[in-house]
């Protein structure tokens, strides 16, 4: 499914987000982050921020770095941080709007490829049902590949099967989005990015997302 269909989804959705909006989060929750609250506008955010002083903003508008926000949407950026702790608010053109539009789904799991056979693993530990993958970054011209091969690997690893993460990793590498990453003249996209994005499996945790108090709150969940 796509942002413009994943409100029709039930049962176990997973909401996909390779560049770089789950794995970004992923980062966050090993650099030691306790929750992070999802939100679909930059204005929800800065209300969320005064609800909540003490947490931290982080995301992006078309990609780029927000205007207020503590830190932007990159992993290379997040890796380094202490958040020990601390209470993250994100909002993101693509990833985050999967989450808050995805309002039918029994069990919500933000994925990447850095905890996609974590996903796999907890989602094989649950009752039998339906599973839907939403391709957040699905659009025209090839956009969302990236997102594709993700769901494409989870699936295989629920399936049972050993999939080879090199055939992945290249069509990340190829995709549209991909291939922003080594555009040295694009700052706001540098290749280390990709390359955080393409560690496969590096996380022992899934991403779930509960709503709590009419927030989408999501916490890292060992398997």
């Known amino acids: 499914m796509s942002l413009e269909t994943c409100e029709n989804a039930t049962g176990i959705v997973v909401v996909i987000d390779v560049l770089r909006a789950f794995s970004t989060a992923a980062y966050s929750f090993a650099s030691g ?35 207020g926000f503590d ?32 309002v039918n789904a029994h069990t919500l799991l933000a994925s990447s490829f850095c905890c996609a056979k974590a996903t796999a693993e907890f989602i094989t530990q649950l009752p039998d049902e339906n599973v839907t993958f939403v391709i957040t970054g699905k659009r025209p011209n090839g956009w969302g590949d990236e997102d594709d091969a993700c769901a494409d690997y989870i699936e295989n690893l629920i399936m049972g ?21 080594i555009n040295e003249s694009e700052p706001d996209f540098p290749a280390s990015d ?30």
């Open 194 to 223: 990709l390359e955080y994005c393409l560690a496969i499996d590096k996380f022992n945790f899934v991403m779930q997302v509960e709503r709590e108090n009419g927030l989408y709150a999501m916490k890292p969940v060992t398997v």
């Open 71 to 102: 830190y932007g949407n990159s992993p290379t950026e997040l890796v380094r941080q202490n958040l020990v702790g601390q209470q993250l608010i994100q909002r993101t053109s693509a990833g985050t709007q999967g989450i808050t539009r995805s």
């Open 33 to 67: 982050a306790r929750s992070i609250i999802l939100v679909s506008n930059v204005e929800d955010a800065f209300l969320l921020k005064k609800q909540f002083p003490h947490a931290f903003l982080m995301g992006e508008v078309n990609g780029l770095p927000i205007k």
């Open 161 to 181: 099967k050993n999939p080879d993460t090199e055939t992945y990793i290249q069509r990340v590498r190829e995709s549209t989005a991909g291939k922003i990453f």
